[in-house]
């Protein structure tokens, strides 16, 4: 069987495009829906399902696109560090032009794919929830939860989980020891399971105190047991 390898022609063409159709004053996208979830909590399988219906824009996990406004949410590859990349991002952190350009760029998707309801999807965004709802004011959230023990076996069993990518362990200790009742914790994390109990609890800790400001119609809560 034939390897398919991507588009890349169609890819850079659409970034380009895109780029292109930002720098204009054109209306952003409107009442976009944020999946967020700690990694390994069933937003993959959450927002693959969502997608299936025809009004539904899906953009599972696109750093590209928020890298290319924000170089500072990149917190997984090599040039992290160079950008100053940050695990969180509060409202402080949202720029006018960044954002304006972030919003049109999200729309633009919508016109591509001729489905007007954004669907996005990126865990790490548990931790950006002020940031987002800063840019975009009339977006709505779809939290899904998971047993911490579950996740953090799951996380376990992904191979190179955190050793792969440090940068982005050290921002967790980092925002761990922001907080009395987690600064001890991250010494104790001998082993990937250990860190993804911590991470789990950091993730959602922030996702549920971040839920607790908005209004009951901003967002909807599910367990993955229930999906």
Known sequence: ??????????????????????????????????????????????????????????????????????????????????????????????????????????????????????????????FRLQFISTIFPDARFIHIYRNGLEVARSIEMSNGWYSKNPYRWNQLVQFASLSGDTSVLPELCTSDKYKGLLEWRLSTETAVNFLKTLSKESFYEISYDSL
């Not at 937003?43 to 539904?56: D, E, F, P, Q």
């Not at 949202?94 to 633009?108: G, H």
């Open 1 to 126: 069987m034939k390897k398919k390898w991507p588009d890349y022609v169609g890819i850079i063409t659409k970034m380009l495009i895109g780029n292109v159709y930002s720098g204009f004053p054109f209306k952003g996208i409107s009442n976009p829906i944020f999946i967020i979830g700690c990694g390994r909590s069933g937003t993959t399988i959450l927002g693959t399902a969502l997608s299936k219906h025809k009004k539904v824009t899906y953009l599972n996990e696109p750093r590209l696109l928020w890298r290319s406004c924000y170089p500072e949410t990149d917190i997984w590859s090599k040039k992290a560090a160079a950008r100053n990349a940050k695990l969180v991002l509060t409202a402080s952190d949202a720029k006018i032009r960044k954002s304006k350009k972030l919003s049109r760029l999200f729309r633009f998707e919508t016109i591509i794919t001729r489905k007007p309801v954004l669907i996005e999807k990126l865990p790490i965004n548990n």
